[in-house]
């Protein structure tokens, strides 16, 4: 009955900023990790940045330093404050929650594009 749902995604120049969010609703217990994943076009999925119940993050090598992750556990809502944005970073973005028992759910994605 967990659903993910993101917002905030678009197009943007490179250089610009954009903030997604991804707002849990239905069995939002005992998650124990929220982050981000993306996919491009052709290639696989591939992790973003993660934030623990307890506030610890982790980020990709390739967006750290310039995506900032945050989570408001009493709203069950996660960010991913993008900025510095290049074109690589073009992707559909996936928001994704872990419960303590290992079980993971998934948002829909939502398309995130940094043209030139």
């Known amino acids: 009955q967990l659903q993910l749902v993101e917002s905030g995604g678009g197009s943007v120049q490179p250089g610009g900023s954009l903030k997604l969010s991804c707002a849990a609703s239905?069995?939002?217990?005992?998650?124990?990790?929220m982050g981000w994943y993306r996919q491009a076009a052709g290639k696989q999925r591939e992790f973003v940045a993660s934030?623990?119940?307890?506030?610890?993050?982790n980020y990709a090598n390739s967006v750290k330093g310039r995506f900032t992750i945050s989570r408001d556990n009493a709203k069950n809502t996660v960010y991913l404050q993008m900025s510095s944005r290049k074109p690589e970073d073009t992707a559909v973005y996936y928001c994704?929650?872990?419960?303590?028992?290992?079980?993971?759910?998934w948002g829909q994605g939502t398309q995130v594009t940094v043209s030139s």
């Open positions: 934030v623990s119940s307890g506030g610890p993050t």
């Open positions: 994704n929650v872990r419960r303590l028992n290992g079980s993971d759910g």
């Open positions: 239905g069995d939002t217990s005992h998650f124990i990790l």
